[in-house]
T-cell receptor
Framework: QKEVEQNSGPLSVPEGAIASLNCTYS??????FFWYRQYSGKSPELIMS????GDKEDGRFTAQLNKASQYVSLLIRDSQPSDSATYLC??????????FGKGTKLTVNP | DTGVSQDPRHKITKRGQNVTFRCDPI?????LYWYRQTLGQGPEFLTY????????KSRLLSDRFSAERPKGSFSTLEIQRTEQGDSAMYLC???????????FGDGTRLSIL
């Protein structure tokens, strides 16, 4: 069973702080990883994609991938109340299907 | 650029009825995916198409579920003889190519009475 594990949280950070979200995966064949943000009652919205080891930055977001440790993370700098949502980590291996974790609920307190 | 469109947004039906959902992908995206999401869980893969060919189906997709993409554009997902356990958000996503990011529509929320 190919799995993606996330700490379900909730994770609470003050406004302006760095939020750190983590994800591990079991399938060593996974090559592509994605972070989605999902507001309550809404559909997932793509934030970041990462395909190779290292860091990838996009604005306030940084994704990190370590294939040896089977670990993916998302850092959100200068967190804003509008970042409050559930963050979903997804992996993609030999199949094109995405395997999602259960998500981590983030609350940013003003 | 129009996003992925799903219809209807909400569907309430009685147990045992058949339902059909439609998904229109982003224009020129040749990959189309169906997922199902229940409360507190991440989306679970159901099936996907490359153009009109259905390339993979999950074991979750019982024989009551069928999906089509007849002309390689829009897709339909039909559930026959609905059961209480079918209550979920049904999400459609599309991507422009293999291993490219998938973009989701707003979903169809199905409630079985």
């Amino acid at each position: 069973q190919k799995e993606v594990e996330q700490n379900s949280g909730p994770l609470s950070v003050p406004e302006g702080a760095i939020a750190s979200l983590n994800c591990t995966y079991s399938d060593r064949g996974s090559q592509s990883f994605f972070w989605y943000r999902q507001y309550s009652g809404k559909s997932p919205e793509l934030i970041m994609s990462i395909y190779s080891n290292g860091d990838k930055e996009d604005g306030r977001f940084t994704a990190q991938l370590n294939k040896a440790s089977q670990y993916v993370s998302l850092l959100i700098r200068d967190s804003q109340p509008s970042d409050s949502a559930t963050y979903l980590c997804a992996g993609q291996g030999g199949s094109e299907k995405l395997v999602f974790g259960k998500g981590t609920k983030l609350t940013v307190n003003p | 650029d129009t996003g992925v469109s799903q219809d209807p947004r909400h569907k309430i039906t009685k147990r045992g009825q058949n339902v059909t959902f439609r998904c229109d992908p982003i224009s020129e995206h040749n990959r189309l995916y169906w997922y199902r999401q229940t409360l507190g869980q991440g989306p679970e893969f159901l099936t996907y198409f490359q153009n009109e060919a259905q390339l993979e189906k999950s074991r979750l997709l019982s024989d009551r579920f069928s999906a089509e993409r007849p002309k390689g554009s829009f897709s339909t997902l039909e559930i026959q003889r609905t059961e209480q356990g079918d209550s979920a958000m049904y999400l459609c996503a599309s991507s422009p190519g293999q291993y490219q990011p998938q973009h989701f529509g707003d979903g169809t929320r199905l409630s079985i009475l």
